[in-house]
């Protein structure tokens, strides 16, 4: 089974900065199947990013997506407050879907 | 619009069962693969399982944890999807997110149901 982790646990910044949040994969995977979500306390999960670098419907072009072989990286590159939760990172192989474990971007 | 209401949470005894539904609609339910999605207190996303469509045999996929104690199943006719589980664990309490999948990631999703194993 493929396990996803993310770094760092946790991203302390101030609305305006640029956030990079990384996922490793334990072995290499198709590029293309890496996906990113946002969640925010209380909420469903939102997709943001899906085949690596694309951006999903209505998601803002400030939120970009890049990885190949064993990562990907999501990019928010001016933070909003609103952009002030918990990011998942997803990867699919052998039929299933596997989650990294969160990085929660805060308030600095 | 997309809607995915999931419904049948509750508290459950250990070894107990439940069946979990989500009524789904806005969109062409038997086109699309359905997943459901799990999230203990406090802690990160699992993905539970998956129903295929029709076009692929309404074949299903399962996480190790819930294999042979789980069963997802849908009503075409309905635009439901369900997940029955059996013999539950304490750590099978979370809240349980119906999905919609787009075979490789999830395009929406339900607003969840709670689910707690405890005597």
């Known amino acids: 089974e493929i396990v996803l982790t993310q770094s760092p646990g946790t991203l302390s910044l101030s609305p305006g900065e640029r956030a990079t949040l990384s996922c490793r994969a334990s072995q290499s995977v198709t590029s293309s199947y890496f996906a990113w979500y946002q969640q925010k306390p209380g909420q469903a999960p939102r997709l943001l990013i899906y085949?690596?670098?694309n951006r999903a419907t209505g998601i803002p072009d400030r939120f970009s997506g890049s990885g190949s072989g064993t990562d990907s990286t999501l990019t928010i590159s001016r933070l909003e407050p609103e952009d002030f939760a918990v990011y998942y990172c997803q990867q699919y192989g052998s039929s299933r879907l596997t989650f990294g474990g969160g990085t929660k971007v805060e308030i600095k | 619009e997309v809607q995915l209401v999931e419904s049948g949470g509750g508290l459950v005894q250990p070894g107990g069962s439940l069946r979990l539904s989500c009524a789904a609609s806005g969109f062409t339910f038997s086109d699309h693969y359905m997943d459901w999605v799990r999230q203990a207190p406090g802690k990160g996303l699992e993905w539970v399982g998956r129903?295929?469509?029709?076009?692929?045999?309404?074949?299903?996929e399962y996480a190790a944890s819930v294999k042979g104690r789980f069963t997802i199943s849908r009503d075409d006719l309905n635009n439901s999807l369900y997940l029955q589980m059996n013999s539950l664990k304490t750590e099978d309490t979370a809240v349980y997110f119906c999905a919609r999948a787009a075979v490789t990631y999830i395009n929406h999703w339900g607003q969840g149901t709670l689910v707690t194993v405890s005597s």
């Open positions: 085949g690596a670098s």
């Open positions: 129903t295929r469509n029709k076009a692929n045999s309404y074949t299903t």
